[in-house]
């Protein structure tokens, strides 16, 4: 069981210079230890304290078991309320044993059975605690059976799996480069009027440079972030007395309340299969493909096969844009995916500190506050990043649809025309894309989802504020003004793209200070 493991490896005692703990707890010691913990007036009896370290039915009561937590977590709030967690867990894993097996005792006639005090019963430690002197925690989700849809994004998007998507995205993008090195597609003009060659290749789409390289790595780690704290820790801090364990087998409340947005997790990943790829492959591209004429679609890499055969041949731009589209239709995803597991874990955030009678009982309600800070800055976070991808999937189909020769020149053109360094003005083609629309529903959905989920920790600040009257959410005025104009300025630099001359600085602008406050301002503490 767990308790005779950390008294045997003696968990929260001294240790010398190697880090070793000075030897293990004895009933002796450990009586003491507890009885001098500050607030436990009445002590504790040494008698109780050797039946713990016996085999029996008694158990250890939830009060001792907070000291034993305390004990164990060197009097550190957190890792008291972790080991509280565990030994809590171990208890009802115990019990839940003992009585399946009386269960099974009692329904076997004639079989003799050996004493209950004798027989030691396995317990299922979590193979991932790691029992120090320092009694630090090292715990990760385990592998469930039989993981719905939901259950499974999830995993994609928190801990080690969120690793594992980023190397999948890695991979990917290595694959189409090296695609497009061998079609001669990383670099490649066409004309779409006299004395004009415009660029279309690869290593000069900032969709496939910079958005796989940067805007989605941090957008995924920061979704990834905010689930594993809210999964491993803050949702536990949430909860009074009935604390909810860190480990795999007390996650259930946790995978139940995402398995409640099922229909959302496939209604995305539907929408984005049918309209995001298939859609705008099967039903722009391929027909472009099959008649020879663009309709109005603009060039990229993928249609200039249409008017550079000698470059890349319509077969191979079919198969390369296809690769392509469903690459597009996977990022689009899971921006809609992160923005999702924000929704849920806001709304669980709320729904844990909004059913407890938290008058009279133990939560700490500073501890809740401080968990809903974290949601907000790593909603915040997610926010400024799902506008990058926005802002990244505006930029390229604008800049399609210029007359700029290359990216960088286009944007550079458009900076130098404010201080009148240059004469070039840039200018338009006829050609048009459905793009425009999905970036700006991007920016609607990433906006709304911050504001609201902001207003819903607001919410659970002020019923906190009933209790205490210490902390209203208006102490956090100066950084939330801050967080809403970054949203703000990148939500105008969105819509202004290719709208006026300067532009570029506004998008220069906007980006520095979405940089400046991610590292700087923080929420009021404690």
């Not at 004639?110 to 030691?120: A, N, R």
Request: negative net charge; charged residues 15%.
């Amino acid at each position: 069981m767990l308790f005779a493991r950390l008294a045997a490896e003696g968990a929260g005692r001294p240790v010398d210079r190697q880090g070793f703990a000075d030897g293990p707890w004895t009933p002796e010691t450990l009586a003491e230890a507890v009885s001098s913990l500050e607030g436990n007036e009445k002590g504790i009896e040494l008698r109780a304290v050797q039946t713990w370290f016996q085999d029996n039915d008694n158990g250890i009561s939830n009060d001792n078991i907070r000291w034993l937590a305390r004990i164990f977590g060197c009097n550190d709030p957190e890792e008291a309320s972790k080991w509280q967690a565990e030994l809590k867990a171990s208890k009802d894993r115990l019990t839940n044993q003992r009585r399946e097996k009386k269960r099974r005792d009692d329904s076997s006639e004639g079989l003799e059975t050996e004493p209950l005090s004798i027989v030691m019963p396995q317990v299922s430690e979590p193979s991932n605690i790691v029992v120090s002197t320092s009694t630090s925690i090292t715990t990760d989700v385990g592998q469930r059976k039989a993981k719905s849809f939901p259950e499974k994004c999830e995993w994609m998007l928190s801990g080690s799996g969120s690793m594992n998507l980023l190397i999948a995205y890695w991979l990917v993008f290595c694959g189409l480069g090296l695609l497009n090195y061998v079609l001669n597609t990383l670099s490649v003009t066409y004309s779409p009027v006299g004395g004009l060659d415009k660029q279309v290749g690869f290593i000069w789409a900032p969709t496939l440079t910079v958005l796989p390289l940067i805007a989605l790595p941090a957008f995924i780690f920061y979704v990834s972030d905010l689930n594993t704290y809210w999964k491993r820790v803050g949702r536990f801090k949430c909860t009074a007395d009935d604390v909810i364990s860190i480990n795999s087998e007390s996650n259930e409340a946790w995978y139940a309340k995402v398995n409640d947005f099922s229909f959302s997790f496939w209604a995305i990943a539907s929408f984005c299969f049918l309209f995001v790829f298939g859609f705008q492959w099967a039903g722009i591209y391929m027909p472009a493909y099959l008649s020879g004429d663009t309709n109005g679609v603009q060039i990229d890499r993928y249609l200039v096969a249409l008017v550079r055969p000698e470059v890349i041949s319509v077969g191979e731009a079919m198969a390369l844009s296809f690769i392509g589209y469903l690459y597009t239709a996977s990022y689009i995803a899971i921006f809609m995916f992160g923005l999702l597991f924000l929704v849920i874990v806001v709304l669980d955030y709320q729904d844990l500190c909004t059913t407890a009678d938290l008058e009279g009982s133990t939560a700490d309600t500073n501890q809740i506050r401080k968990v809903g800070q974290k949601i907000v800055w790593g909603g915040f976070r997610i926010a400024v990043f799902a506008l990058w991808l926005a802002s990244l999937v505006k930029l390229q189909i604008t800049y399609l649809s210029s007359d700029g020769p290359d990216f960088v020149t286009w944007l550079r053109t458009d900076a130098l025309s404010v201080f009148g360094a240059t004469s070039i003005r840039n200018g338009w083609l006829d050609n048009t894309s459905i793009s425009h629309f999905t970036s700006f529903l991007m920016l609607v959905v990433t906006v709304t989802i911050f504001v609201v989920c902001a207003l819903v920790i607001q919410t659970v600040f002020e019923r906190l504020s009933v209790y205490d009257q210490d902390y209203p959410f208006s102490l956090d005025q100066h950084a939330i003004v801050k967080m809403l104009a970054v949203i703000g300025l990148l939500s105008f630099n969105l819509v202004l793209v290719g709208r006026f001359t300067g532009f570029s600085l506004l998008l220069a602008a906007s980006t520095l200070a979405s940089l400046h406050v991610l590292s700087g301002p923080k929420l009021r503490t404690f």
